[in-house]
T-cell receptor
Framework: EAGVVQSPRYKIIEKKQPVAFWCNPI?????LYWYLQNLGQGPELLIR????????DSQLPKDRFSAERLKGVDSTLKIQPAELGDSAVYLC??????????????FGPGTRLTVL | QKEVEQDPGPLSVPEGAIVSLNCTYS??????FMWYRQYSRKGPELLMY????GNKEDGRFTAQVDKSSKYISLFIRDSQPSDSATYLC?????????????FGAGTRLAVHP
């Protein structure tokens, strides 16, 4: 079974440019998460989707970040405009959503963003 | 103060050593505790999970939770070079609706032959 797929794996952009990350979760997983992982830190939740509904986006900086999950499957995370401090790894994870708080989250390999 | 504290290391041990990795936390509502392993340039993968206090063993890995001290540990016996990775503790509360995972900063482990 394929795991969580993310693309691109690496992205280098100049500040003030837009950037988008794509995630394809494990087939059948209703819950999708976007995390931010800074160097030397653990992942921090940005947004959580239940099917196509964003049910927790309290940590998403909405002035420059946006996300969507069309048809409750793939998801895209966008930054516009990017700032130097956005350089980090953006991780996508998915879970079946059937076990509530005991759901196991499966992570993708992440997109490493460098903003110059 | 962070909700979850974890020594970043790095920790360097010889092959075959017993490794002890630890996290402390401040939120007494945490009841579900996990350890993730993250290889370089990869996403975290779930290694062990424990509900509430006690021990759990899986092969060379043992997870311990001491809720009275707000302290969790992961022990790796007979460590191998393939265990070289960053180990992240994570935890969440189980009260009320959905509660997000809170991660530690991760401990980098290097096992040398």
């Amino acid at each position: 079974e394929a795991g969580v797929v993310q693309s691109p794996r690496y992205k280098i952009i100049e500040k003030k440019q837009p950037v988008a990350f794509w995630c394809n979760p494990i087939s059948g997983h209703n819950t999708l998460y976007w995390y931010l992982q800074n160097l030397g830190q653990g992942p921090e939740l940005l947004i959580r989707y239940e099917n196509e509904e964003a049910v927790d986006d309290s940590q998403l900086p909405k002035d420059r970040f946006s996300a969507e999950r069309l048809k409750g499957v793939d998801s895209t995370l966008k930054i516009q405009p990017a700032e130097l401090g956005d350089s980090a790894v953006y991780l996508c994870a998915s879970s079946s959503g059937t076990s509530g708080n005991t759901d196991t989250q499966y992570f993708g390999p992440g997109t490493r963003l460098t903003v110059l | 103060q962070k909700e979850v504290e974890q020594d970043p290391g790095p920790l360097s041990v010889p092959e075959g050593a017993i490794v002890s990795l630890n996290c402390t936390y401040s939120n007494s509502a945490f009841q579900y505790f996990m350890w993730y392993r993250q290889y370089s340039r990869k996403g975290p993968e779930l290694l062990m999970y424990t509900y509430s206090s006690g021990n759990k063993e899986d092969g060379r890995f043992t997870a311990q939770v001491d809720k009275s001290s707000k302290y969790i540990s992961l022990f790796i016996r007979d460590s191998q070079p393939s265990d070289s990775a960053t180990y992240l503790c994570a935890m969440r509360a189980l009260s009320g609706g959905y509660n997000k995972l809170i991660f530690g900063a991760g401990t980098r482990l290097a096992v040398h032959p």
